[in-house]
């Protein structure tokens, strides 16, 4: 049970504590040695996790046993987190890349802590505890190794940076960690991305890195999850679009607005927990048909937003299996796109498919006819492979 703490009582000591290092010791010392609360030497989110480890664990001098990784296990997190790993990939890569020469280590886990991936460092031998640590299939989630940046991203949804002494098990000392939370279209937590390092510091603002990678990780697996969703990009400014910054919502075939990234959140609000508060008509002032006149071209189009904020927007229809209909969308049958227009013309009475289903079909005859009928130079127009457009072609339902 903490005690309520003197601020008079410990001043002179916060005084003395000059160095990051001092400060954690200092706060490690009240909180487990004296029962007091050590509010302003660590951060809330560490002393929470602090907390919920004190209920759990009790001794933070025990020797941590990382769990065995067998190969059935890793395997099976891998397949069940493949579209993670796909979001994922490039991201990653530039990651490393950027942090090439550094002794970081760039890590992701599901949403459960179990790591999926993991730089395979030069320094491994000068890295015992990440070496040991740092491992695909070990779980690095709190109620295992106790207090870790991923391990408080997996309890609270939330960003965390934990340093040296925060971490709740002595063994665990050596290492620096940064975290963000990546999240899928059903709001839930997808996956961590984190950041560590060991017997040193960072040299950079590991927080705000691994915060931006993590976001276009995000954006990308929303993308990829809405194979039946409208997915609107938007911001107030066009020059975002395509940034970390950009906006993004998805709409489902009957008119309501399925997720919202972040940015999206902050323009429009959270996403409200009634379906029939979602509708695509009260937070962006036009149904389903209406977003679908602004698809097509590659420029942005101005969208006056029901709130009265004015933004640019983009609308894409990512296909389930990969189409890429950037060069058009087809919304009056065959032969026919929708050119880009200076302002959003309330009055456009242009008839579009009834399901977004349809206009994936439509754009697929479409480039066909403007192709003669080539299955090759359609498919590489589409960004599919000819195996999938023949299988989307033969899913055409039959005349009558």
């Known amino acids: 049970m903490l005690q309520a703490q ?83 990939g ?31 460092h030069p320094m491994a ?7 040991r640590t740092a491992r695909l299939g070990v779980n690095l989630a709190e109620s295992v190794v106790g207090t870790t940046a991923p391990g408080i991203v997996l309890c609270t949804g939330q960003a965390s940076t934990v340093e040296g002494g925060e971490h709740y098990f002595d063994t665990l000392h050596q290492v620096h960690c940064a975290a963000a939370p990546i999240r899928g279209v059903d709001g839930r937590l997808a996956g961590v991305l984190d950041l560590s390092v060991e017997s040193r510091r960072f040299g950079f603002d590991a927080g705000s890195m691994v915060g931006l990678y993590a ?22 400014s066009p020059a975002l679009l395509g940034t970390p910054l950009e906006a993004m919502a998805g709409v489902t075939q009957d008119g309501r607005v399925a997720w919202l990234n972040t940015a999206a959140s902050r323009l429009l609000g959270p996403l409200p ?29 101005p969208l006056r937003l029901t ?12 296909g389930s299996d990969g189409l890429n209909l950037r060069h058009g969308v087809a919304l009056s049958g065959p032969g026919r796109a929708m050119a880009p227009a200076p302002q959003p013309a309330e009055a456009d009475t242009e008839p579009t498919p009834a399901t977004l289903r349809g206009l994936q079909q439509d754009l697929i005859e479409r480039t066909l006819q403007e192709n003669g009928g080539n299955i090759a130079r359609a498919a590489r127009q589409l960004g599919v492979s000819r195996g999938t457009l023949y299988r989307r072609l033969r899913q055409r339902p039959s005349p009558g």
């Open 307 to 318: 709130s009265g904020l004015g933004v640019w927007v983009q609308v894409r229809l990512p």
């Open 273 to 301: 927990r009634d379906p029939l508060a979602r509708s695509a008509v009260r937070l962006f002032g036009r149904d389903l048909h209406g977003l679908l006149r602004l698809a097509g071209g590659e420029g942005a189009r």
């Open 6 to 88: 003197d601020p008079g009582a410990h001043t002179l000591r916060q005084l003395f504590a000059t160095t990051p290092e001092q400060r954690t010791a200092q706060a490690r010392a009240r909180f487990f040695d004296e029962g007091d609360r050590p509010s302003g030497l660590v951060g809330e989110d560490v002393l929470q996790s602090w907390m919920r480890c004190r209920r759990r664990h009790e001794d933070p001098t025990r020797t941590i046993a990382f769990d065995p990784v067998t190969p059935s296990r890793l395997h099976g997190a891998l397949s069940r987190n493949r579209a993670l790993l796909d979001a994922a």
């Open 125 to 131: 031998p000068q890295q015992p505890v990440l070496g």
């Open 215 to 236: 976001t276009v990780i995000e954006n990308r697996l929303l993308a990829r999850q809405s194979t039946e969703h409208l997915v609107l990009r938007f911001q107030a």
């Open 90 to 120: 490039a991201e990653l890569a530039a990651m490393e890349g950027a942090l090439s020469g550094t002794d970081c280590r760039v890590i992701l886990t599901d949403r459960e802590g179990v790591l999926l991936h993991v730089t395979h």
